[in-house]
């Protein structure tokens, strides 16, 4: 099992939306509904802005939002604030509970 | 609210022994339905789930690391402990403790120590 492929960049101008793609398998992202996704700002811890495909925890705004199509899950921000600026890494669970992260996406605020 | 704290030495020497340990404060590691895990990220580079600890105690880790890694609770606390055996410059990164919320994931962290092996 390897880890889950991300775009390695995306940008995008403040007020518009960038979207992020995190591609797993058949046996991970395109069989459970398992997907997370983290924003890290450097040298800070990660952060979860969702979990499930695209349930939010509290206190994240709902600009951040997910979906899964087969292998491929997304993450779209829209309205991109400054401080969106930062690392993005999805996660999948695989058969047996072992958790798998993607390569991770820097985004960047033009 | 659940805070966890890693502490530990921040330089181990190759092929000795990395020994990391995380408190829990707002919760307790034996009961409940959270996991408690590991995860490492080398500088520049992206996150490696090392492997979780259950309320009960048993362990699952991360195939590549299978052979290395123990992770176990400290007895009569709420602390949980990483040990990866035979150490290299490769396993120089920062390691993170979580609350892991199966299936949805690690959702609450730790800050973060750097561990760097080296002579």
């Known amino acids: 099992q390897s880890a889950l492929t991300q775009p390695p960049s995306a940008s995008g101008s403040p007020g518009q939306s960038v979207t992020i793609s995190c591609t797993g398998t058949s046996s991970d992202i395109g069989r459970y509904n398992f997907v997370s996704w983290y924003q890290q700002h450097p040298g800070k811890a990660p952060k979860l802005m969702v979990y499930a495909v695209s349930k939010r925890p509290s206190g994240v705004p709902d600009r951040f939002s997910g979906s899964k199509s087969g292998n491929t899950a997304s993450l779209t921000v829209s309205g991109l604030q400054t401080e969106d600026e930062a690392d993005y890494y999805c996660?999948?669970?695989?058969?047996?509970?072992?958790?798998?992260f993607g390569g991770g996406t820097k985004l960047t605020v033009l | 609210q659940v805070q966890l704290q890693e502490s530990g030495p921040g330089l181990v020497k190759p092929s000795q022994t990395l020994s990391l340990t995380c408190t829990v404060s707002?919760?307790?590691?034996?009961?409940?339905?959270?996991?408690w895990s590991w995860v490492r990220q080398p500088a520049g580079k992206g996150l490696e789930w090392i492997g979780r600890m259950s309320p009960s105690g048993s362990a699952r880790y991360n195939p590549s690391l299978r052979t290395r890694a123990t992770i176990s609770g400290v007895a009569s606390s709420d602390q949980f402990s990483l040990k990866l055996s035979s150490v290299t410059a490769a396993d120089t990164a920062v390691y993170y403790c979580a609350r892991e919320n199966i299936p949805w994931g690690p959702e609450s962290w730790g800050q973060g120590i750097l561990v760097t092996v080296s002579s």
């Open positions: 707002g919760g307790s590691i034996t009961s409940g339905i959270f996991y």
């Open positions: 996660s999948s669970y695989a058969s047996g509970n072992d958790l798998f």
